[in-house]
């Protein structure tokens, strides 16, 4: 059985995202550790945008070995837990995962996408 389109595309986008949320976690503790020095640690406060943006990235690449192996229980779980994590990464000004959440999210609501995982045994 061939599969379906939207697991593809879903696959490159969490690639892409992980890849764009590793680059953005480098801008913001750069800006961090910088802000923090320059204001006596007020701009700490700032750490938490850094954390946000690993986190996503970490699931990105889960999500991604998942859909590339396709053998794993979860696979269903991990990657509506992962979009809705590219969706959460706005607060740190990613655009292109908020735009890859969603789209990810409308593609793994197919019927087909859901009828496939299900017949893989890993929904």
């Known amino acids: 059985m061939n599969t379906p389109s939207e697991l593809e595309s879903g696959k490159i986008f969490f690639l892409i995202s992980g ?13 961090t550790i ?3 020095i320059f204001t006596c640690g007020l701009g700490c406060i ?3 945008f850094p954390v946000i943006n690993v986190i996503g990235a970490v699931m990105d690449f889960i999500a991604f070995n ?4 396709l053998n ?6 991990t990657i509506y837990n992962a979009s809705i994590m590219q969706i959460v990464t706005i607060v740190t000004g990613n655009i292109i995962s908020l735009i890859f959440g969603i789209l990810n999210l409308q593609n793994f609501q197919k ?3 859901k009828n496939f995982l299900r017949e893989k045994g890993i929904y």
């Open 72 to 77: 794993m229980q979860g696979t269903h779980g």
């Open 66 to 69: 998942k859909l590339s192996h």
């Open 46 to 48: 700032l750490g938490i």
């Open 19 to 31: 890849i764009v949320n590793i680059l953005i976690f480098l801008g913001w503790g750069t800006n």
């Open 34 to 36: 910088i802000g923090g």
């Open 111 to 113: 019927e087909h996408v």
